[in-house]
Protein backbone atom coordinates (compact mmCIF):
# COMPACT_ATOMS: atom_id res chain seq x y z
CA UNK A 1 0.00 0.00 0.00
CA UNK A 2 1.48 3.75 -0.36
CA UNK A 3 2.73 5.73 2.55
CA UNK A 4 1.80 9.54 2.54
CA UNK A 5 4.34 11.50 3.93
CA UNK A 6 2.98 15.04 5.18
CA UNK A 7 5.05 18.01 6.49
CA UNK A 8 3.97 19.05 10.07
CA UNK A 9 2.70 22.06 11.38
CA UNK A 10 5.07 25.26 11.57
CA UNK A 11 6.82 25.57 14.70
CA UNK A 12 9.98 26.90 14.65
CA UNK A 13 12.57 29.43 12.55
CA UNK A 14 16.03 28.65 11.33
CA UNK A 15 18.68 30.64 9.65
CA UNK A 16 19.92 28.52 6.43
CA UNK A 17 21.93 31.25 5.38
CA UNK A 18 23.63 32.86 8.35
CA UNK A 19 24.39 37.20 7.86
CA UNK A 20 27.58 38.24 7.27
CA UNK A 21 28.64 41.46 7.94
CA UNK A 22 30.34 44.95 6.14
CA UNK A 23 30.89 48.38 6.55
CA UNK A 24 28.24 50.90 8.33
CA UNK A 25 25.71 51.96 6.11
CA UNK A 26 26.05 49.23 3.67
CA UNK A 27 24.22 46.60 2.31
CA UNK A 28 25.31 43.17 4.44
CA UNK A 29 27.78 41.42 2.59
CA UNK A 30 25.68 37.79 2.71
CA UNK A 31 21.92 38.74 3.50
CA UNK A 32 20.46 36.21 5.81
CA UNK A 33 17.68 33.98 4.73
CA UNK A 34 15.47 32.12 7.97
CA UNK A 35 13.20 28.84 7.28
CA UNK A 36 9.85 28.12 8.88
CA UNK A 37 10.21 24.39 9.96
CA UNK A 38 7.99 21.91 11.61
CA UNK A 39 9.37 20.07 14.83
CA UNK A 40 11.46 17.70 12.74
CA UNK A 41 13.01 20.37 10.84
CA UNK A 42 10.98 20.19 7.41
CA UNK A 43 10.76 23.19 5.55
CA UNK A 44 6.87 23.79 5.54
CA UNK A 45 6.58 25.04 2.16
CA UNK A 46 2.81 26.24 2.31
CA UNK A 47 3.72 28.85 4.34
CA UNK A 48 3.86 32.21 4.04
CA UNK A 49 4.20 33.99 7.38
CA UNK A 50 6.07 37.25 8.55
CA UNK A 51 9.52 36.66 9.45
CA UNK A 52 11.03 39.53 11.21
CA UNK A 53 14.64 40.33 11.75
CA UNK A 54 15.84 42.43 15.61
CA UNK A 55 19.51 43.13 16.76
CA UNK A 56 19.71 40.76 19.25
CA UNK A 57 19.63 42.84 22.74
CA UNK A 58 23.11 43.15 24.13
CA UNK A 59 24.86 42.59 20.84
CA UNK A 60 26.89 45.48 19.06
CA UNK A 61 26.85 48.88 20.13
CA UNK A 62 23.85 50.88 21.57
CA UNK A 63 21.85 52.43 19.42
CA UNK A 64 22.88 50.12 16.26
CA UNK A 65 19.76 50.20 13.93
CA UNK A 66 19.06 47.59 11.43
CA UNK A 67 17.84 49.64 8.06
CA UNK A 68 15.85 48.18 4.99
CA UNK A 69 13.22 45.06 5.10
CA UNK A 70 13.71 43.70 8.10
CA UNK A 71 10.13 42.13 7.73
CA UNK A 72 9.54 39.50 4.77
CA UNK A 73 6.88 36.87 3.64
CA UNK A 74 8.43 33.97 3.36
CA UNK A 75 7.65 32.22 0.33
CA UNK A 76 7.84 28.18 -0.06
CA UNK A 77 8.68 28.41 3.50
CA UNK A 78 11.87 30.77 2.98
CA UNK A 79 12.02 34.20 4.12
CA UNK A 80 14.76 35.45 1.98
CA UNK A 81 16.35 39.12 3.46
CA UNK A 82 17.72 41.16 0.52
CA UNK A 83 18.92 44.99 1.33
CA UNK A 84 19.90 44.97 5.27
CA UNK A 85 22.20 47.74 6.32
CA UNK A 86 23.40 48.33 10.03
CA UNK A 87 24.68 51.94 10.96
CA UNK A 88 26.68 51.19 13.70
CA UNK A 89 29.93 49.73 13.93
CA UNK A 90 30.93 46.74 16.20
CA UNK A 91 31.11 43.22 16.52
CA UNK A 92 29.48 40.74 17.99
CA UNK A 93 25.95 41.26 16.47
CA UNK A 94 23.34 38.52 16.04
CA UNK A 95 20.01 39.12 14.80
CA UNK A 96 16.73 37.34 16.27
CA UNK A 97 14.57 36.01 13.84
CA UNK A 98 10.91 35.98 15.20
CA UNK A 99 6.95 35.16 13.62
CA UNK A 100 3.99 35.17 15.53
CA UNK A 101 3.66 31.70 17.17
CA UNK A 102 6.91 30.15 15.94
CA UNK A 103 9.89 29.15 18.14
CA UNK A 104 12.86 32.37 17.58
CA UNK A 105 15.89 31.55 15.90
CA UNK A 106 19.23 33.35 16.39
CA UNK A 107 22.43 34.11 13.93
CA UNK A 108 25.59 33.40 14.37
CA UNK A 109 27.79 36.96 14.74
CA UNK A 110 28.82 39.07 12.43
CA UNK A 111 30.66 42.21 12.73
CA UNK A 112 30.10 45.74 11.38
CA UNK A 113 33.28 47.75 10.71
CA UNK A 114 33.17 51.64 10.11
CA UNK A 115 32.21 52.64 6.71
CA UNK A 116 34.21 55.45 4.61
CA UNK A 117 35.51 58.71 6.36
CA UNK A 118 33.40 61.88 5.76
CA UNK A 119 33.98 63.88 8.84
CA UNK A 120 36.45 65.19 11.27
CA UNK A 121 35.31 65.69 14.93
CA UNK A 122 37.13 67.27 17.67
CA UNK A 123 37.31 65.33 20.57
CA UNK A 124 39.46 67.20 23.11
CA UNK A 125 39.00 70.81 22.26
CA UNK A 126 41.96 73.47 22.78
CA UNK A 127 42.53 74.60 26.72
CA UNK A 128 43.30 77.99 27.71
CA UNK A 129 46.76 79.52 26.95
CA UNK A 130 48.55 83.09 26.84
CA UNK A 131 50.72 84.18 23.75
CA UNK A 132 53.77 81.63 23.35
CA UNK A 133 52.43 79.11 25.86
CA UNK A 134 51.12 75.61 24.93
CA UNK A 135 47.51 74.58 25.15
CA UNK A 136 46.76 73.63 28.87
CA UNK A 137 44.58 70.76 27.01
CA UNK A 138 45.76 70.03 23.53
CA UNK A 139 43.11 69.44 20.66
CA UNK A 140 42.57 65.54 19.75
CA UNK A 141 40.84 65.45 16.10
CA UNK A 142 39.01 62.54 15.16
CA UNK A 143 37.81 61.06 11.28
CA UNK A 144 34.28 59.26 11.62
CA UNK A 145 32.38 57.90 9.04
CA UNK A 146 28.60 59.08 7.82
CA UNK A 147 27.36 57.41 10.82
CA UNK A 148 30.01 58.63 13.17
CA UNK A 149 31.41 56.04 14.04
CA UNK A 150 35.41 56.22 14.70
CA UNK A 151 37.67 55.00 12.10
CA UNK A 152 40.43 53.35 14.14
CA UNK A 153 42.65 52.77 10.43
CA UNK A 154 42.55 56.04 9.31
CA UNK A 155 46.15 58.08 8.44
CA UNK A 156 44.93 60.61 6.66
CA UNK A 157 46.87 64.12 7.39
CA UNK A 158 44.62 66.54 9.32
CA UNK A 159 46.32 70.21 10.06
CA UNK A 160 44.76 72.62 12.47
CA UNK A 161 44.63 76.12 11.44
CA UNK A 162 43.64 79.35 13.43
CA UNK A 163 39.99 80.57 12.07
CA UNK A 164 40.35 83.61 10.46
CA UNK A 165 37.47 84.87 11.79
CA UNK A 166 38.47 84.50 15.74
CA UNK A 167 41.10 85.72 17.77
CA UNK A 168 43.89 88.20 17.51
CA UNK A 169 44.25 89.67 13.84
CA UNK A 170 47.60 88.18 12.81
CA UNK A 171 48.01 85.63 15.83
CA UNK A 172 49.85 82.67 14.70
CA UNK A 173 50.10 78.76 15.25
CA UNK A 174 52.84 77.08 16.10
CA UNK A 175 54.49 73.77 16.91
CA UNK A 176 52.56 70.65 15.00
CA UNK A 177 49.80 72.16 12.88
CA UNK A 178 49.73 68.83 10.95
CA UNK A 179 49.58 64.95 11.57
CA UNK A 180 48.45 62.11 10.94
Known sequence: SALTIT?????????????????AGSVLNTQPVVA???NLGNTVTSSSAPVTLYITPGTGPLGAIALGSTTVAAGNGVATFTDLVINK????????????????ST???????????????????????SSGVAFSNQ?????????????????????LSINPD?????????GATVVS
Open 7 to 23: VGTPSKLVFTTQPLGAG
Open 36 to 38: IQD
Open 89 to 104: AGSGYTFMATSPGLQV
Open 107 to 129: SMAFNISPGPPVALYFKAHPGYS
Open 139 to 159: PTVAVVDGYGNLITTSNISIT
Open 166 to 174: TGTPGAALS
